[in-house]
């Protein structure tokens, strides 16, 4: 079963040295949001993605979004962004937009499911921001749960479901848990909604034109 460590003040500093620990050697953490708890590896090692694919029984064909620390972060993993990237990320960064950009050449292309495109967001949530910035590096952030089974909003849920896969569970108490992270994709062509969620097309469609 998973370890899991309560995250309160107090204890910050050691639940991100551990997790840090964890991460860096190749092992998944699971870690709440600003939507749902997330499975966070280091997405340059490529034995950790497997990982990730073989807890979730995702299919090999389906990108890891990325959560990052910062725009700059961010701007470091995507090539030739086109100029919707940055307004985009400027107005609902942090919070749940999840941008499909170009990926850099450093992204492993298994973590864009063959595709060349990464899905970037920068979460509004203090602790996950805080342990991608202690692990110096982005973090994959797809949802801590069985693929095609509910996304978990508590560490308990999170151990329901695949508490037998994963050594640590960061429990930082409940998210939100209403709904997963709007996905939009641009490109120099527009943009497309993948995915429906807290920000709505209409806020979208008012902002872009």
């Not at 079963?1 to 003040?9: A, L, N, P």
Request: proline fraction near 8%; charged fraction near 20%; glycine fraction near 8%.
């Amino acid at each position: 079963m998973s370890e899991i460590v309560k995250v309160d003040e107090r204890r910050l500093e050691f639940a991100l040295q551990y997790a840090v620990r964890l991460i860096l050697t190749g092992k998944v953490v699971a870690f709440p949001t600003d939507t749902f708890y997330g499975l966070g590896v280091d997405p340059f090692n490529l034995a950790a993605v497997n990982q990730i694919f073989r807890i979730k029984r995702r299919s090999y064909d389906r990108p890891l979004p990325l959560l990052v620390s910062s725009l700059d972060q961010a701007a470091d993993l995507t090539i030739d962004p086109p100029s919707q990237f940055f307004r985009l990320a400027e107005k609902f960064w942090p919070g749940p937009l999840t941008i499909i950009v170009p990926a850099s050449r450093q992204i492993p292309l298994k973590v864009t499911g063959n595709t060349g495109r990464v899905a970037l967001r920068l979460p509004k949530s203090a602790l996950a921001v805080a342990l991608i910035e202690a692990a110096g590096r982005p973090l994959t952030g797809t949802s801590a749960n069985l693929t095609e089974h509910p996304a978990c909003a508590t560490a308990e849920e999170v151990e329901i479901q695949i508490g037998d896969t994963v050594p640590l569970i960061l429990d930082g108490g409940p998210t939100p848990g209403d709904l997963a992270s709007t996905i939009i994709e641009v490109d120099d062509d527009g943009w497309q909604i993948q995915r429906h969620g807290p920000v709505t097309e209409a806020e979208l469609k008012e902002f872009l034109g």
